[in-house]
DNA sequence: GAGGTTATGGTAACAGTGTCAACATTGCAG
DNA sequence: CTGCAATGTTGACACTGTTACCATAACCTC
C-alpha cells in the first residue's frame, strides 16, 4: 500500500521537516496570548503535532527552549528599534525614538519583553553589548557629554533605566499604558537637558 | 489514652493556631532563597506541617498567597524606603535616598521584589497611589518643579521609572549590581539637574 | 543497491504540581 | 449539652517536566 503524497498536506511522516524551528515560531506565536508561566512544554508540542518528548532532542530542556525564544525576542527588539531610528531620520530625534520603540514593543509583546528579561535566561547575554540599538544609544550619548568615558556610560545608564522602568511599571499596571505618558516621560528637552 | 500535652512541642492537635499567618512567614522565607516560579503551595504547606488543601481555608487559590505575600513586601519595602528617608534627614538628600534604598531593597529581595510588581498579582493595588515613600517622592518633586502639576507628576514617573529600571536590569544580571554604580545613577546633580 | 550508523520521533512511566469533592475534627453559641 | 460553622485531612484528577527505552527514517560506506 503505497501513500499518496501528492496532495496538499505534507503529511510529515515520522519526521518532521524542521522541528526547532517550528517549535520556536510555535512558542513565539504562544507568546502573544499566553502569560510566560503559562506556557507549557507540551502544548507547543501538540500545537506542532509531535510528541512531548520529542522536543528533548532539539532542546535539553525548557529553559533552553525559552532560551531560544529570548533570542529571537532580542532580535525582533533590535530591528524594531533600528526601523524607529531609521524612520526618525537617524539625527538628534533618533535618541528618543529609540527610547520610545523601546517601550512600545514592551507593551505590543508584554510576554516576550518579559521573557528577554525575567529569570528563564542565562546570564551573559546582555543587550546592552552587540546591539544595534547600544551602538545607537552610544552614539547619541557620545555626542551629547562631549566623548567623555565616565559621563557617556552614566548616561547611556540612565537612558536605558528610564525607558526599561517606563515599560516595566507599564506592563505591570502600575502606570497608565497610553502614548501620550511615553512621549511625556522620554522628553529630551525635560529628561536629560543637557 | 490521654496524650500527654504539658511538653515542651505545643503540639497543635488538628487546629494550627493561626494558619494564614504561618503560611504568609513561610513564603516569606521561602522567596529569600527560592525564585518565584518555583515557589510551592504544597511545600509551604508542607513546611508548616500542615495537609496541601488545608491551604484553601484561608486562599482561594495560589494567586491569593501570592498576592498576599507580594502585600507584605510592598510594607516591607515602604517602611525600608521610610527609613532610609529618615536617615537622610528628610531633606533634599531624601530624595536619592528612598530612590538607592528602593534599588538595594531589590538587590536583597530579589524574589520578593518581582512578586510586588510581576504577573502574579491582580492590577489595582498601585504602590504609587497611597504610599509613604510615594507622598514623599511627591513632595520632593513638588519643590523641585515649584508646584507645578503637570511637571511635578512627569517628574516623579521619570524618577520612579529610573530607580525601577535600575532595579530590574542589575536584577536581571545586565547591569553590575554593585552600589557604586547606584550612587552614580541616582545623582541628583547629573540625573534630573533642575 | 545493501547494510549498518546516526539522527530523530514515539511510549510508558515517575515525581511533582494546583485544585476539587467528600469526610473528620474542633471550638463556639444557643 | 447540642448543633453548627470553622478548620484540617484523604483521595483523586488532570496536568506538568523529565527520563529510560523502543521505533523509524535518513544517510553513508562498500
Known amino acids: 500500500m503505497v501513500t499518496v503524497s501528492t496532495l496538499q498536506q505534507p503529511v510529515r511522516s515520522y519526521h518532521h521537516g524542521d522541528l526547532r524551528a517550528a517549535l520556536v515560531a510555535a512558542g513565539l506565536k504562544a507568546l502573544e496570548t499566553t502569560a510566560i508561566a503559562d506556557l507549557s512544554l507540551r502544548q507547543l508540542a501538540r500545537e506542532v503535532g ?9 532542546f535539553p530542556d525548557k529553559q533552553a527552549l525559552m532560551q531560544a525564544l529570548a533570542c529571537e525576542g532580542i532580535e525582533q527588539l533590535g530591528r524594531y528599534q533600528q526601523a524607529a531610528a531609521a524612520a526618525a531620520g537617524n539625527n538628534a530625534a533618533a535618541f528618543g525614538a529609540t527610547g520610545r520603540a523601546y517601550v512600545r514593543f514592551a507593551l505590543a509583546n508584554p510576554a516576550l519583553f518579559r521573557l528577554i528579561f525575567g529569570e528563564c535566561r542565562d546570564v551573559g547575554q546582555s543587550i546592552f553589548g552587540d546591539n544595534l540599538a547600544a551602538s545607537l544609544l552610544r552614539d547619541k550619548a557620545m555626542k551629547a557629554t562631549g566623548s567623555d568615558e565616565e559621563a557617556t556610560r552614566r548616561l547611556m545608564i540612565q537612558a536605558w533605566a528610564v525607558v526599561h522602568g517606563l515599560a516595566m511599571l507599564m506592563l505591570d499596571g502600575q502606570l ?3 502614548e501620550a505618558l511615553i512621549d511625556q516621560v522620554i522628553d529630551p528637552k525635560t529628561l536629560f537637558p543637557v
Do not use: E, F, G, I
Not at 509531535?50 to 532539539?58: E, I, K
Open 176 to 178: 497608565p499604558a497610553d
Open 50 to 58: 509531535v510528541s512531548a518528548t520529542a522536543v528533548y532532542r532539539h
